[in-house]
Nanobody, 126 residues
Framework: QVSLVESGGGLVQAGGSLRLSCAAS????????MGWFRQAPGKEREFVTA????????KYADSVKGRFTISRDNAKNTVYLQMNSLKPEDTAVYYC???????????????????WGQGTQVTVSS
């Protein structure tokens, strides 16, 4: 059974922090780049951040750079998203994604994602 299960979403005030987790039940987790995407109401899904298989390479959207941090624990098959200094414009459903390969580029574009999570809601109040 293949699954990506996100947790940690919720309601937070602007300036606050949340930590999302994504527990992956995929055989290839330790050799897969992983990413986080988000979709706000009425908008298309957008890339947030990604990390390659061994955590040596990360990439962030300009809108979250310096505020969000992605990390992973291959022993636990889990990827994390630490979100600090949250803004109302960060409100969205956040999706965990597994890329088709090891390199970070496979977890940046929708077309190269092998598996998606079901999403977790993050709401930032002003």
């Amino acid at each position: 059974q293949v699954s990506l299960v996100e947790s940690g979403g919720g309601l937070v005030q602007a300036g606050g922090s949340l930590r999302l987790s994504c527990a992956a039940s995929i055989r290839t987790f330790s050799s897969s780049a992983m990413g986080w995407f988000r979709q706000a109401p009425g908008k298309e899904r957008e890339f947030v951040t990604a990390i390659n298989w061994n955590s040596r390479v990360t990439k962030y959207a300009d809108s979250v750079k310096g505020r969000f941090t992605i990390s992973r624990d291959n022993a636990k098959n889990t990827v994390y998203l630490q979100m600090n200094s949250l803004k109302p414009e960060d409100t969205a459903v956040y999706y965990c994604a597994a890329g088709r390969g090891e390199t970070i580029v496979t977890a940046i574009f929708d077309q190269s994602i092998r598996y998606w999570g079901q999403g977790t809601q993050v709401t930032v109040s002003s």
